[in-house]
């Protein structure tokens, strides 16, 4: 539970609230000093922005803007006194929807107990495919994915992602289909939770669905196709240094990973220090499409920290090897909160994706599924360097963030449960369309069986100051035993390059076991549109 006398953040002492020319509404912050909140409440507030012009104030304030957003209204988590001033002097009004943070948790736990014990006495059914009643620890989600592992070996398999977070902790993932051991080409549906470490059901709604693609498999006839037509790899813990922060209650509100000073591995124990919880990168700001651009901070402190340079961090850098070594034509990056199904892109004024007829209908129909509203990215609020950003402009995969409910970070589990249920359908759906031929592209043809195909493209990625940073895409396949094979990719042209008329060439050679290059060819290949290319080796 929390204990407020440790509750701390690097707040404002005054955040320089400079009038500027004596107008309201044109306060600007300087980085803040290092002081305690202590005796005061840490609200969440539902702040009026009825423009775009407000919305942009507001998060040139650096205040940590909640993952909830209306037409009209953005909500705030204010740590102290000096906060909720702050947007006084800025010409800003509020609501308060929760009026003490701390209590409130406080009646979370009540809550979880009671819910617990209520399926314990069997007056109340534990409907999640795994079974659960309370919130996982970090452990928990080690653990039952080498579960899951060993227990369906012919459909699931534990891996490892390509580097430990910051405190060394080592980061994994589960790959689920059926055969999961050959490399045979499908397309890649991917899953992610806990970028943001407080948002505890981003994980557990992860989590939940591998459960239920495994345990339903066979009696499901929607998840049987699922996994007899595509890969589906989940990371439920993006960020497990702040994950564990917030979850053992050291710092509940932890939102960011433990990066206490850019480019040094923090020492043991100095995430936690009173005088460091609210330093960390915001790993959802450190992708490098649009790096550094509207929405990201470049204050340590800010709870939207970019980081000291696109992919700083250990675990963004996790994502993006993951998704440069597979074909993912579908990706949702779980989140809460707004009950929102988030597409590109990401802020206000950027030309609208040439992929818009089948992003939209995508994002609709879940939408539709799991009662939630979809909607351009930044409509919640601008945005710059999150996982799609980079994940969609970089391969083409239709990425989407879900916001999951309505009211807070982690709300009473009970909750969680009734968000799964929501959420199955649009899960499902997500998956089928990963799929679907029509959404990506097929390069299809013959080679000698065993041979190992590989496709490979080279480029750069722009931030937003216009750096251009390396970028490389490298998947394989093994060609079966027939010697036909048909490869599920995302498209060879990246959709900046769509958008300027231009076409690109996914680079495909095909080798001996050994490694010898033994054929090379380009390959241009539109979305769904199928190639063919047929390989002597």
Not at 408 to 434: C, D, K
């Amino acid at each position: 539970m929390f204990r407020p006398t440790r509750w701390t953040r690097l707040i404002p002492l005054a955040l320089a609230a400079v009038l500027t020319a004596g107008a309201v509404g044109q306060v600007q912050a300087t980085a803040p000093p290092d002081r305690q909140a202590v005796g005061e409440l840490i609200q969440l507030l539902r702040v009026n922005t009825p423009t775009q012009a407000d919305r942009k104030r507001l998060a040139g304030l650096d205040l940590d803007l909640a993952e909830s957003a209306g037409p009209k209204y953005v909500d705030v988590v204010a740590y102290s006194n000096s906060d909720r001033r702050l947007l006084q002097l800025a010409g800003f009004t509020w609501s308060t929807l929760e009026d003490d943070l701390v209590g409130a948790d406080r009646r979370r736990e009540k809550a979880d107990a009671a819910y617990a014990q209520a399926v314990r006495n069997k007056t109340v059914a534990a409907t999640l495919p795994s079974g659960r009643t309370a919130y996982r620890q970090l452990a928990d989600y080690d653990n039952e994915l080498a579960g899951l592992a060993q227990q369906y070996p012919s459909k699931a398999k534990l891996f490892t992602l390509k580097e430990k977070s910051l405190e060394g902790r080592t980061i994994r993932g589960l790959e689920i289909t059926h055969n999961v051991g050959v490399s045979d080409g499908k397309p890649v549906f991917l899953m992610l939770g806990l970028h943001h470490a407080r948002e505890w059901p981003s994980g557990e709604l992860t989590l939940e669905f591998a459960y239920d693609l495994l345990k339903n498999d066979g009696t499901d006839p929607r998840i049987t196709n699922i996994l007899e037509r595509s890969r589906v790899i989940v990371v439920p813990v993006v960020n497990p240094d702040g994950f564990n922060l917030s979850r053992t209650l050291g710092y509940e509100l932890k939102r960011k990973n433990c990066r206490v000073t850019n480019g040094q591995i923090p020492t043991a124990g100095q995430c936690s220090q009173s005088s460091y919880r609210s330093r960390g990168v915001d790993l959802n700001r450190n992708y490098s499409g649009f790096w550094g651009g509207p929405g990201a901070s470049s204050s340590l402190t800010s709870e939207t920290y970019r980081g000291a340079s696109a992919f700083s961090e250990p675990e963004s850098r996790n994502i993006q090897a993951l998704v440069s070594q597979h074909q993912v034509t579908t990706l949702i990056s779980n989140h809460t909160y707004s009950n929102l199904v988030l597409r590109e892109p990401g802020y206000a004024g950027a030309p609208i994706t040439p992929d818009e007829a089948i992003y939209k209908s995508l994002g609709d129909q879940m939408a539709a599924i799991n009662g939630y509203t979809s909607q351009y990215s930044y409509q919640l609020y601008d945005t710059t360097g999150v996982a799609e950003d980079w994940s969609y402009y970089a391969t083409g995969g239709l990425g989407f963030t879900f916001e999951h409910g309505t009211s807070t970070f982690h709300p009473a589990f009970s909750t969680v449960v009734n968000m799964y249920a929501s959420n199955r359908g649009a899960y499902l759906l997500a998956a089928e369309s990963t799929i679907n031929p029509a959404r990506h592209s097929i390069i299809t043809g013959t080679a000698p069986a065993g041979a190992v195909l590989r496709l490979k493209k080279s480029f750069t990625t722009k931030t937003w100051n216009g750096t251009q940073l390396p970028d490389t895409l490298e998947t394989t396949m093994t060609v079966p035993a027939a010697g036909a094979y048909s490869w599920h990719t995302n498209p060879s042209t990246r959709p900046t390059v769509v958008q300027q008329g231009g076409t690109e060439s996914w680079t495909l050679t095909c080798e001996r076991p050994a490694g010898q290059v033994k054929e090379t060819k380009p390959i241009t290949v539109a979305r769904g549109a199928t190639a063919t290319a047929n390989l002597t080796c």
